[in-house]
């Protein structure tokens, strides 16, 4: 829809992930430039002044070089529940509009809105549905203008035996040029029979700057830093971003696109990033919570993760045992290419587009 509006001359505004694909977020960036259209991507935080005063102090050294960064979003969420048989259309609906490109495919769920988030002809998982905004805090905090290297991810749909495709326990390991990012996403609470959602160092989701000289902890609330021993340095505010529709107005006044907070191209990186995770989690294979961790071994908060992962998995009543978790190959990503190489890239390559049907389909030439 967004290369749709932009090819008819409009401005467009899009809701994160911005794509279903990463080649679809790179010709929706093409279809903006070839059209000198202004597009903002709806990440939010990148409105945030809290965020933006910590990026500008993580930028200049205030805590010393940043060690590694731990991202998380521990959501609640419940089973969307199991059909056997396809369900009805709402009377309402155009089907064939609403699946668009996506297949044309039966309706197996039971709630027809909102739950294609989980079912991977349709939406991206948690990891594409909250992550986009956790993990543009961390590109817009590092000043970063492309994505990590590499990525390696592990998790599974565990406990629920349900409709969905997608992980409700995810992990991702990133690095570029040495930095290692954990992306932590679990939907399940603490334990079974309580209504709590995990925490990670005090947080149920944002990031957690581990830096030399201290740390800082940030998220759409807001964000604190602290000095080694825990004391509190400084605080950072926020307006929960909620001044982003606002300043893509001013942009479409201004014409110019680099008046945005979150150009298109923003918002393609960092979804990227999101698709990546999933990709390496779609081509793996099951494995032994002790192969998981030793693929992760570089990096200690990866691992401590995994054991957490898996404690709560069966907290909540999980059999590891019998249903084992999902461990991606570790993928290298060429940014200028924009596709996987390595020994598994042919296998991972094969998901950075999707089959579109005819009627819907992006052409190469947007």
């Not at 070839?34 to 500008?56: C, F, K, L, N, W």
């Not at 969420?77 to 044309?104: F, M, N």
């Not at 599974?156 to 409709?163: A, F, L, M, Q």
Request: aromatic share 8%; proline share 4%; glycine share 10%.
């Amino acid at each position: 829809m967004a290369i749709m509006a932009c090819q008819a001359g409009k401005h467009a505004y899009v809701q994160k992930p911005v794509s279903h694909s990463i080649w679809e977020g790179r010709k929706m960036v093409e279809a903006a430039r070839r059209y000198d259209r202004i597009v903002q991507a709806g990440t939010q935080h990148r409105s945030d002044p809290g965020v933006a005063e910590a990026a500008a102090d993580i930028q200049a050294g205030k805590y010393g070089k940043v060690l590694w960064v731990h991202c998380l979003v521990l959501n609640l969420r419940e089973s969307i529940g199991k059909v056997s048989v396809p369900q009805s259309i709402p009377s309402h609906i155009d089907y064939d509009l609403w699946c668009g490109p996506a297949p044309k495919t039966p309706l197996m769920r039971e709630s027809f809105h909102y739950d294609w988030h989980w079912q991977w002809n349709w939406g991206d998982g948690e990891m594409g549905n909250w992550g986009p905004h956790y993990i543009d805090d961390v590109r817009h905090i590092f000043g970063w203008d492309d994505v990590p290297q590499s990525v390696i991810a592990a998790g599974g749909r565990r406990v629920w035996d349900d409709n969905g495709e997608t992980p409700n326990m995810h992990v991702a390991l990133f690095q570029r040029d040495g930095l290692k990012l954990v992306v932590d996403i679990r939907n399940l609470p603490r334990q079974t029979g309580t209504t709590e959602a995990a925490t990670y160092m005090g947080l149920e989701h944002g990031n957690v700057f581990m830096c030399e000289d201290g740390m800082v902890k940030i998220n759409l609330e807001g964000g604190q830093s602290y000095d080694p021993d825990g004391t509190p340095i400084k605080e950072y505010k926020s307006n929960r971003g909620f001044v982003h529709e606002a300043n893509f107005i001013e942009a479409i006044r201004s014409g110019q696109r680099s008046d945005l907070n979150a150009e298109i191209e923003i918002g393609h990186l960092s979804t990227t990033m999101c698709h990546m995770a999933n990709i390496s989690y779609r081509v793996g294979q099951q494995a032994t919570v002790d192969e998981i961790e030793q693929s992760m071994r570089e990096h200690d908060d990866a691992q401590e993760t995994i054991r957490d992962i898996v404690g709560q998995i069966e907290a909540n009543g999980g059999d590891l045992a019998a249903t084992p978790l999902v461990l991606g190959p570790r993928l290298e990503f060429d940014l200028e290419a924009e596709n996987f190489s390595g020994p598994h890239a042919a296998n991972s390559n094969r998901l950075l587009s999707y089959e579109m049907r005819k009627s819907y389909a992006v052409s190469d030439v947007v």
